[in-house]
């Protein structure tokens, strides 16, 4: 019996075809779906990571503010910030204030509303040598020596300041200067102020600053949020009205010489609200939260700020069509109330319709900081 020649038929090979197609659209809009998920999570990854770093950043500058700054300064002269608005915070006394703070600052570029912080340590500085401290005495400068840690001691090309510590409670300590810069020390004792012999148990404290030659005895970190002036670094992925929570050491300069931009830390901000307590009766109590330190003077605010509370107002990830906030009014409440935080009108913040803001997902990142060199 001779087997059938027959073949397909064109209705079967154009029901394939068909078939064929519906399964691959259903496969390109699976693939569309899941490179569009993948993409939306990548970006909420970033985000946070950049946000934990940034926010420890921060944590660990507000925590050492003061650490190494002297209390009493003995004649010197030193320059900060050149461009507004950080000259506003430039010292106008013989002594630095640890902390500084602009509620609600208004500029041209920065986030309107949003606060200014400022941190004065030597501690705050991006290079290496911040952060690093060791003791002088008639021997000479101290090396750890530590086999574990060898980054602990100092290098021959680190830039110090020189401090006599307090030796009593309620006594200050005391920034000693030189105009002449010996060696790698900056705004440090004369050779003739070292200890000597019979003066040997007396220390001097030596703080590290960085590898330039420093133009004040602290470094200082500026804590602020704004746009970019450059539109190709603004991040595609922001909320509209979105800035940037930058750190900018004020005077910090590459090996060259050369300013150092400010450092950009968390993207998409729409804003930063910083409280204070204090201990105004030394009680050992902190007050109700405040939003003025003005009125403190560089002392007060060593003896009587005991926390520091920052708010920060972003969004994770992309603008996302397919979620919906689970804020339900979009006058969002930065701060621990109206009174001493602001109110941010998210709806004004993306003009291209009323609900769009719903569209990204908001967090408010809080910090607690008690700094661990206030008295």
């Known amino acids: 019996m001779m087997r059938s020649k027959q073949g397909f038929s064109l209705l079967e090979i154009l029901i394939a075809i068909a078939v064929l197609g519906i399964v691959m659209a259903m496969s390109g809009q699976l693939l569309e779906h899941m490179v569009v998920g993948q993409k939306k ?41 050149s461009d507004a608005p950080a000259t506003q915070f430039n010292n106008t006394s013989d002594v630095p204030k640890a902390i500084q703070h602009e509620n609600k600052i208004s500029a041209s570029g920065y986030i309107q509303n949003s606060d200014y912080l400022v941190i004065r340590s030597p501690a705050v500085g ?12 008639s021997a000479g400068l101290h090396k750890w020596g530590d086999p574990y840690d060898p980054y602990l001691d100092m290098k021959s090309d680190d830039y110090m300041v020189v401090i006599k510590p307090r030796t009593q409670a309620g006594g200050k300590s005391k920034l000693f200067v030189s105009q002449e810069k010996q060696g790698k020390y900056a705004f440090m004792l004369n050779d003739t102020d070292l200890p000597n012999g019979s003066d040997g148990e007396r220390l001097y404290l030596a703080f590290g600053m960085g590898k330039t030659e420093p133009t004040m005895p602290f470094n200082r970190a500026d804590y602020y949020v704004r746009r970019p002036d450059n539109p190709d670094e603004v991040n595609p992925n922001c909320a509209p009205g979105t800035g940037i929570l930058y750190k900018d050491v004020i005077g910090d300069k590459d090996k060259n010489g050369d300013p150092i931009r400010p450092y950009p830390l968390i993207d998409c901000v729409a804003n930063m609200q910083v409280v204070f307590r204090l201990d105004t009766n030394t009680d050992g109590i902190p007050d109700p939260p405040v939003n003025d330190i003005s009125g403190l003077d560089a002392y007060k605010i060593k003896e009587q700020i005991k926390e520091v509370h920052i708010y920060i107002l972003a969004h994770e990830g992309i603008k996302d069509k397919s979620y ?40 408010t990142y809080k910090i607690v900081v008690k700094p661990k060199s206030f008295y």
């Open 41 to 81: 999570q990548a970006v909420i990854t970033i985000n946070q990571f950049e946000a934990s770093l940034g926010l420890e950043m921060l944590r660990n500058d507000v925590s050492n503010a003061g650490f190494g700054l002297a209390d009493e300064f003995k004649g010197v002269n030193y320059q900060e910030a």
């Open 126 to 137: 991006m290079d290496s040598a911040a952060g690093k401290w060791t003791n002088i005495t």
């Open 324 to 363: 919906r906030s689970e804020i339900a009014n979009p006058a969002f409440t930065v701060g621990p109330s109206a009174s001493l935080g602001t109110v941010v009108d998210l709806s004004a913040l993306d003009g291209s319709s009323t609900d769009a803001w719903k569209r990204y997902r908001w967090i």
